[in-house]
């Protein structure tokens, strides 16, 4: 039995407030998904409040690990994996849900998605390049994929306007038989932005 838990006793504190993160953003995505069945624009909000939740439990893991100096490989890799799930797929499924549903929204959004793990595995690679071997990143290289709070918060003001699903900002073309959102354009931007070389000053 004792064996069994043996990876739960390697966790320090701040490894649960990484879970909280990753717990978060698994709220948000069932929250879009209840939406897509209930139409209650509830269910939108209670996703964004998710992700922003997320995005605490993001900044006091950090806080709390160097507060405890009891950082570990272990924990970066959840803390990367936590960030997948609520600052990538979350943003993405809310905005699905919210009426990007065309064929070339889904493949933007899916972009979206691919350059926010390419992103943070940019930076898990090249983190101890960058600190000059003192543990401690002073930039980032991309904008990194806790800024999809931004868009998140775009689609909560668009849900509270009433602008969402057949009503969605900017409206929609076709090109080739398929639709495409304008709004998906700025998860397009945003995720170009993580995978650039956009150096960004870690405060």
Known sequence: MAKRFSMIREFHFADWFTLANAVSGMGAVLASMTY????????????CIAVFAALVF???????????????ALGR???SLADVISFGVA???LAYACGMQGFYDRVLLAYFVACGVSRLARYNVTA?????GTGKVSYFEGTPIPTSILLVGMLA????LGAIGDRLWLGEIEVAGFRLH??????AASGSLMISRIRIPKF
Do not use: K, M, N
């Open 157 to 160: 003001l668009a849900a509270y």
């Open 77 to 79: 890799e959840l803390d």
């Open 128 to 132: 101890d390049a960058l600190s000059g």
């Open 36 to 47: 897509l069945e209930t139409h209650d624009t509830l269910h939108v909000y209670l996703a």
């Open 58 to 72: 993001d900044v006091l893991d950090g806080r709390i690990a160097r507060w405890r100096q009891t950082s570990s």
């Open 91 to 93: 943003p993405a499924a």
């Open 182 to 187: 304008w709004l998906t354009l700025a998860f």
